[in-house]
């Protein structure tokens, strides 16, 4: 498949100067989840998530020119996580590049040296994927406009969220600030399999500063990764008619978000991470990521809705940590909650507080 920006990214006949750039960027939450894909890397359903604050990848990508033109077909790369070299993310960094090659063949003029850390705590049980493709998409949509000056800001987005997308499907939608979706929807004017659409514009106020209380249940490595979750819904009995709920869940949520409608914000995004885990209880073979607690904390979150009628609802990833989501207006009485009734039922009481954020920075 074609990338979409593909004009005169020839053999770079100037590379001289070595350089750095830096992104932070952060994990984002689904709403209504993509779960289920086709083709190179492209989505069955759109799906919609906000981006975090704290949860961010920090990269920095130094670059040099690499001289001998014979080496120009290889990508030469070394890869440090948290301070120590990491061959195998490495390994999967420089496969990914490979696959741009052809396309942008001034990644193999190049050596470069990209070294990653994490802001949330290592192996708590948040997926690095979405805040680490993002970050390095960013990078090398940078790179590609020092050489080439050839896109705009947004245009540098875009493509970013592209290549994002390529390497870790919802990392495309980290791109953006507040919230971003991501797959045709008729719901939203320009919207694409391709890349995420930023629809920060029309977010509502009270969403604007969301809280996302992340609930660490387990700090497992997840036993089922989210690329053989996906090869599942192929052959998922429901996937046709759970494909059509995703579109319609969208849509309704997109009027929600804007309107500030904290009821139907509240009834999707419970049952859109039921369906997620039903989903995969039902697919051959199966698996099951929630653990007792994960339930415990789940009657405990309606039930303390029900009592006190503060809007908190939750949603789970391919795992079972809680997104505890609630507006800022009512963070005191939330928290006290977490503390006195929800974090004994986390490994070793963790929780982070994070909440929605602005999307990625650069670091120089
Ligand atoms: O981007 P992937 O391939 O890691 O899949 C992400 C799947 C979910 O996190 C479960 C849902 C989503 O839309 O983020």
Redesign the pocket.
């Known amino acids: 498949m074609p990338l979409q920006r593909e004009e005169n990214l020839s053999l770079y006949s100037n590379i001289q100067a070595n350089g750095k750039i830096g992104f932070s960027s952060p994990s984002?939450?689904?709403l209504?989840?993509?779960?289920g894909?086709y083709g190179d890397?492209l989505p069955q359903n759109p799906?919609i998530?906000f981006t975090l604050d704290h949860s961010r990848t920090e990269m920095i990508l130094e670059y040099s020119p690499k001289g001998e033109t014979d080496k120009h077909k290889t990508i030469d790369l070394t890869f440090t996580f948290e301070g120590k070299e990491n061959k195998a993310f490495g390994d999967k960094i420089t496969a990914f590049l490979t696959r741009l090659l052809p396309t942008h063949p001034y990644l193999g003029q190049l050596t470069f040296n990209l070294s990653s850390t994490n802001t949330f705590p290592h192996s708590a049980g948040i997926?690095s994927?979405?805040s680490s493709m993002s970050a390095l998409a960013l990078c090398i949509c940078t790179l590609e406009n020092r050489l080439f000056q050839n896109m705009n800001e947004v245009e540098t987005l875009k493509k970013a969220s592209y290549l994002a997308r390529l390497g870790?499907?919802?990392?495309c939608?980290s791109i953006y600030p507040l919230i971003a979706s991501?797959g045709e929807s008729a719901a939203i004017p320009d919207s694409t399999n391709l890349n995420g659409t930023p629809l920060a514009n029309d977010l509502h106020p009270v969403f604007r500063n969301y809280k996302d209380a992340i609930l660490l249940v387990s700090k497992k490595e997840k036993d089922v990764s989210?690329?053989a979750?996906?090869k599942l819904m192929e052959n998922n009995p429901y996937a046709t008619v759970r494909y059509e709920q995703a579109k319609n869940h969208l849509s309704q949520l997109v009027t929600a978000l804007k309107n500030g409608d904290l009821d139907t914000f509240i009834q999707i995004t419970e049952l859109e991470a039921m369906t997620?885990h039903a989903l995969m209880m039902c697919s051959s073979p199966y698996f099951l990521l929630l653990e007792p607690n994960t339930i415990t904390l789940i009657r405990k979150i309606r039930s303390f809705r029900e009592n006190t009628n503060i809007p908190v609802c939750f949603t789970l990833?391919?795992g079972p940590n809680i997104h505890l989501l609630y507006p800022e207006a009512h963070q005191e009485k939330v928290h006290d909650f977490i503390t006195n009734e929800l974090s004994g039922y986390c490994e070793q009481n963790k929780w982070i507080a994070d909440q929605v954020g602005n999307g990625p920075l650069s670091l120089f």
């Open positions: 984002n939450i689904a209504v989840k993509y779960w894909k890397q799906s998530s997926a994927s979405a870790s499907g919802s990392a939608r991501w989210s690329r979750g996906h997620l990833d391919a």
